[in-house]
């Protein structure tokens, strides 16, 4: 049996009783790193053995884990903060399960990027998540341009040193829509900016920005 362990993205009060309890049962935690991981289970008073399973070589990962669910052994896999295989590992052990007849099973908890929809003011009843978009400024256009004409809210992840280089190509892109800022979302210094585009890019301007960041923008007004 393969557990995919939602964990708290930073407020360690978020973890759910059910995955305490499944993190305590299982034979094996996959971690995608385990001193991060180690700290979270030392909180919980969990002594558990661990595996790493890294993004960077997710497929040589899946393969070294995969001999331990065939033997019957029951694994968690978790990542640094959220939910597996969102924008995170996950996804190639869970298809060489499906491939094998291992079960799988979901143990809900965070996802920063609905936390911070539900938050945003943003229409909720259609939404498109994109995960962290390219890196470099004419792939990253690109893809903006394939998303232009969608109607649901856009959602992505992206790092202190992009956010604002995004916002921007944003605009060029997209438009001077409604749109909204998250950072650090569930710990101390969480905060939410909202207004157009162009505001947001205005109150970046003046200041450094830090931490992890969910950038919302409203998707096309067919009205």
């Known amino acids: 049996m393969l557990y995919l362990v939602a964990t708290p993205i930073g407020n360690?009060?978020?973890?759910?009783?059910r995955a305490i309890d499944t993190l305590r049962a299982v034979d094996l935690i996959a971690a995608e790193d385990t001193r991060k991981t180690g700290?979270?289970?030392q909180h919980l008073g969990i002594s558990a053995r661990m595996k790493s399973y890294h993004e960077h070589n997710e497929e040589r990962s899946a393969e070294e884990l995969l001999p331990h669910l065939l033997r019957g052994e029951k694994v968690a896999l978790v990542t640094d903060g959220g939910t597996p295989c969102i924008s995170?590992?996950?996804y190639r052990i869970v298809?060489?399960?499906i491939e094998h007849g291992i079960p799988v099973v979901s143990i809900p908890g965070p996802a920063a990027f609905v936390s911070a929809l539900v938050v945003s003011g943003l229409p909720t009843h259609e939404f498109h998540f994109f995960g962290f978009p390219p890196r470099k400024p004419?792939?990253?256009r690109n893809r903006l341009a394939e998303m232009a004409s969608l109607p649901g809210t856009l959602i992505f992840y992206e790092s202190p040193f992009?956010?604002?280089?995004?916002?921007h190509d944003c605009l060029e892109t997209l438009g001077d829509r409604r749109a909204c800022?998250?950072?650090e979302i569930t710990k101390m210094f969480e905060e939410t900016t909202r207004g157009t585009v162009s505001e947001l890019i205005a109150g970046l301007s003046a200041k450094h920005p830090k931490g992890e960041f969910v950038v919302l923008i409203e998707g096309l007004n067919r009205q």
């Not at 360690?12 to 009783?17: A, C, F, H, K």
């Not at 992009?162 to 916002?167: E, F, I, S, T």
Request: aromatic share 0%; with cysteine; proline share 4%.
């Open 39 to 41: 700290l979270l289970l």
């Open 181 to 183: 800022i998250v950072r």
């Open 162 to 167: 992009r956010v604002a280089a995004l916002l």
């Open 88 to 90: 995170d590992p996950g």
């Open 12 to 17: 360690l009060s978020d973890i759910s009783q």
């Open 95 to 97: 298809r060489k399960c």
């Open 138 to 140: 004419g792939q990253r």
